[in-house]
């Protein structure tokens, strides 16, 4: 089963390159610590308002040393379109503080280290990883763990498990553009509600799609 599994994978992975050929984050940045920062903002919100929102946001604060010391509530002021604003403004404060009493200034270089920020967990961290380390990494958001449902890579829902299940099918290498090309597909194919199954590159290697069609998977 896990050779087929791998398998399956693997032709996932080729089909989503030929489908984007360019992976990367929809998140826009010029610094690391600002990558970090987007994607706290990003949680129970959607990429395109949080870049509509950093661009005033560190336009305001152009330094880490301006977050760390940041008036509360100014700053919740200026994140309040993307939401939880209270609670990302306080953690926001206190990661670049963190970053700064602890780390020099620069990001944390492993997993472990980065999800002790304030604010940050599996998700984020994985983020950091691949786009700024370029290590590899599994980002298990909704998109990723909805469609790797419906291929049958993972049977979870639980972003941990669903992490932990990729990264033993995924190439190393591919994993973390593989997560960024999830993301493009589930929001032009593999939506959420009402998925666009007809003509979908990757129908064939899809357990839900198969199930559902009588067809035999790849």
């Given at each position: 089963?896990?050779?087929?599994?791998?398998?399956?994978?693997?032709?996932?992975?080729?089909?989503?390159?030929?489908?984007?050929?360019?992976?990367?984050?929809?998140?826009?940045?010029?610094?690391?610590y600002?990558?970090?920062?987007?994607?706290?903002?990003?949680?129970?919100?959607t990429?395109?308002?949080?870049?509509?929102?950093?661009k005033?946001?560190?336009?305001?604060?152009?330094?880490?040393?301006?977050?760390?010391?940041?008036?509360?509530?100014?700053?919740?002021d200026?994140?309040?379109p993307?939401?939880?604003?209270?609670?990302?403004?306080k953690?926001i404060?206190?990661?670049?503080?963190?970053?700064?009493?602890?780390?020099?200034?620069?990001?944390?270089?492993t997993?472990?280290?980065l999800i002790?920020l304030?604010g940050?967990?599996r998700?984020?961290?994985?983020?950091i990883?691949?786009?700024?380390?370029?290590?590899?990494?599994?980002?298990?958001?909704t998109?990723?763990?909805?469609?790797?449902?419906?291929?049958?890579?993972?049977?979870?829902d639980?972003?941990?498990?669903?992490?932990?299940?990729?990264?033993?099918?995924?190439?190393?290498?591919k994993s973390?553009?593989?997560c960024?090309?999830?993301?493009?597909?589930?929001?032009?194919?593999?939506?959420a509600?009402?998925?666009?199954?007809?003509?979908?590159?990757l129908?064939?290697?899809?357990?839900?799609?198969?199930?559902?069609?009588?067809?035999?998977?790849?």
């Open positions: 089963m896990n050779e087929e599994l791998n398998k399956k994978a693997a032709e996932a992975v080729r089909l989503l390159e030929q489908k984007y050929p360019d992976a990367a984050c929809s998140l826009e940045y010029k610094k690391p600002e990558l970090l920062i987007a994607t706290r903002l990003s949680a129970q919100c990429d395109a308002r949080v870049n509509i929102v950093t005033v946001l560190f336009e305001k604060y152009p330094t880490l040393e301006s977050f760390a010391e940041a008036d509360l509530a100014e700053l919740e200026v994140i309040r993307c939401g939880l604003f209270r609670t990302k403004a953690s404060i206190e990661l670049s503080r963190m970053l700064i009493s602890d780390y020099g200034g620069e990001l944390p270089r997993l472990d280290e002790k304030p940050i967990g998700k984020t961290a994985n983020l990883m691949g786009d700024v380390y370029k290590q590899p990494a599994v980002v298990t958001d998109h990723c763990i909805r469609i790797c449902r419906r291929l049958g890579l993972t049977d979870s639980e972003p941990y498990k669903v992490e932990k299940e990729l990264r033993e099918l995924l190439p190393p290498e973390s553009d593989f960024h090309r999830l993301v493009n597909f589930g929001r032009e194919v593999c939506t509600r009402s998925p666009k199954c007809s003509g979908c590159p129908s064939e290697v899809c357990s839900a799609f198969c199930a559902r069609t009588g067809a035999g998977e790849k």
